[in-house]
């Protein structure tokens, strides 16, 4: 039975938390909408249903939702593909049902088997993300939109080379705002007396900061002021008639269109994968280890998605950047998504044109200490000392997230991490070990507890291996399973190969069902050690008796 939970218990840090995950949404709900060819709102729209609808329903306690980078590409592609944007919307109702049932058949599952280094690799890696996509936004260079996260555009050009073009277009207004919110956002983590003022977050300082500096310089004609295209950009409605062009509803005629069904399907797996990852990820930074119920979460996410649907909205997954935002904020429950999504709606019908005179710098550094507490060279310094087989999964995660995107990186590191997995049970199906004597040597193999057939070649070689006139003993006593093709070998070996090249073998351990007769005790004077010295001072005894005849 769940505990239940009190939302309010913790409402001065949550509020506080939930006012910074909106300052960083913002921008993102913007910058991905447009990024997806859809109307400006319907990422809005997305971010408040991802705050309340899915905030409400859901059972992790620092996760955020809303529309998500990864899946722009895919919307992009969709809307030009069914024509219409109502006709896409479609396509997210139906996502949202197939979420649904995924939840009801406990599919979230599939999140325990996520390894921890691939998961770190992939946190660390969309932190290296944020760091390279927000530094041009902080020297007031817009030229890419918010909320992106490809490596490689469309044109051919990367990451490295906005920072290259960076050099050329650096606003010097914005490097000012983005030094002086550095200055407050650190200050308020380290010095004593701001870190008592958790009712007011550093992230909201910076941006009110952030703004009156700005209009300090638009009002005083300085060269330091930052025009509009550096400022977030919210669309402002005039009239009823604007609000009510924000609605856009499914069109359910499209139902039986197939190119529907494919996207939505789409649509459903991107998402449902991407918010496991998300929630396995957040479930590790928060800092009281609590777990979330990821069924519950994938039909919550189902439910958010039929909604946003229903009124306009992007689809949405649960999202590394704002539930890091969230954690870092001091976030203790899911109270600060709901109160996130609440502020994104009152401030986009009340205040829009105060939310306009945000610089974007601003909200770039906030971001960017939000990477730098993802990719902490710390957690590079933990996986390296773990060993090759901790550290590379890891690694190699982390590059191909910044390379590819999350679900290809994830992918490779679980793929490298199955690798390791089946070369270390090749390893450990037996233990090696080779005593020296001056009359030869004793070499004692060690099977495990399961010898599967994955093991046979390992087995093969290392029997190959025994050099002629040996003492060999293999031990079974720990077994409990021994593939059928692993006990053929050992059969061949001791019926054939070690007659023809003089080895002396000694079974033990081996159950009746193996088929395999073990070596009697050495009580019973039976084992070949035995017979080995036996023979060798009955030949000792005749040379001396041959000796004594040729004396006398």
Request: hydrophobic share 50%; aromatic share 8%.
């Amino acid at each position: 039975m769940s505990k239940k939970i009190n939302l309010f218990a913790n409402l001065k840090s949550d509020f506080a938390s939930g006012l910074v995950v909106f300052l960083v949404a913002l921008p993102l709900c913007l910058g991905i909408a447009m990024a997806s060819g859809a109307p400006l709102f319907s990422g809005i729209i997305a971010g408040v249903i991802g705050g309340i609808v899915i905030g409400s329903l859901s059972q992790s306690h620092i996760s955020v939702s809303g529309p998500a980078a990864g899946l722009t590409a895919i919307i992009l592609t969709a809307i030009t593909d069914l024509g219409a944007f109502d006709v896409f919307l479609m396509a997210v109702f139906i996502a949202g049902l197939i979420q649904l049932a995924l939840g009801f058949l406990k599919a979230g599952s599939i999140s325990n088997y996520f390894p921890t280094n691939v998961i770190e690799g992939m946190l660390a890696g969309i932190g290296i993300i944020i760091i390279l996509k927000q530094i041009p936004h902080a020297f007031g260079y817009d030229a890419d939109f918010e909320g992106d996260q490809a490596f490689i555009q469309n044109d051919g050009s990367n990451s490295f080379s906005f920072l290259f073009d960076m050099i050329n277009h650096i606003q010097l207004g914005a490097v000012v705002i983005s030094l002086v919110s550095l200055v407050i956002l650190i200050s308020w983590d380290k010095v004593p007396f701001l870190k008592r003022l958790k009712l007011v977050p550093g992230a909201l300082v910076a941006v009110v900061l952030g703004i009156i500096l700005n209009e300090i310089f638009i009002s005083s004609g300085s060269s330091l002021a930052i025009g509009k295209e550096h400022l977030v950009s919210l669309p402002v409605p005039k009239s009823f008639e604007d609000f009510k062009s924000i609605i856009i509803t499914p069109n359910f005629a499209a139902v039986t269109n197939p190119q529907v069904w494919v996207v939505g399907i789409t649509i459903a797996i991107v998402a449902s994968i991407e918010t496991l990852l998300c929630i396995e990820a957040t479930d590790r930074m928060d800092v009281q280890k609590r777990y979330s119920d990821t069924n519950v979460e994938l039909k919550a996410q189902g439910i958010g998605n039929l909604v946003s649907a229903l009124i306009g909205g992007l689809p949405m997954t649960s999202v590394v950047v704002r539930s890091s935002a969230n954690n870092n904020a001091g976030a203790k429950s899911k109270m600060s998504a709901i109160i996130h999504g609440v502020l994104l709606l009152i401030s986009v019908l009340s205040i829009p044109a105060i939310l306009n005179k945000i610089p974007l710098a601003t909200l770039a550094t906030v971001l960017i200490l939000v990477g730098y507490k993802l990719a902490k060279p710390a957690a590079f310094i933990h996986f390296w000392e773990k060993g090759k087989y901790q550290f590379i999964p890891f690694i190699a995660t982390l590059v191909f997230v910044v390379a590819t995107d999350l679900l290809k990186g994830v992918a490779l590191g679980i793929i490298i991490s199955i690798i390791f997995v089946l070369r270390g049970n090749l390893k450990r199906a037996y233990s090696f070990k080779k005593e020296e004597y001056e009359d030869g040597d004793i070499i004692h193999i060690d099977l495990a507890q399961e010898v599967s057939f994955l093991n046979k070649a390992a087995i093969k070689q290392t029997l190959n291996d025994i050099p002629e006139n040996s003492k060999v003993v293999i031990n079974a006593h720990d077994t409990e399973y021994i593939a059928h093709d692993v006990l053929d070998l050992i059969r061949e070996f001791k019926e054939t190969r070690a007659i023809d090249e003089n080895i002396k073998v000694k079974l033990k351990g081996f159950k009746k069902a193996y088929d395999l007769e073990n070596t009697p005790d050495a009580n019973n004077h039976v084992t070949i050690e035995h017979y080995y010295d036996v023979a060798k001072r009955v030949l000792v005894k005749k040379e001396e008796v041959k000796e004594d005849f040729k004396t006398n």
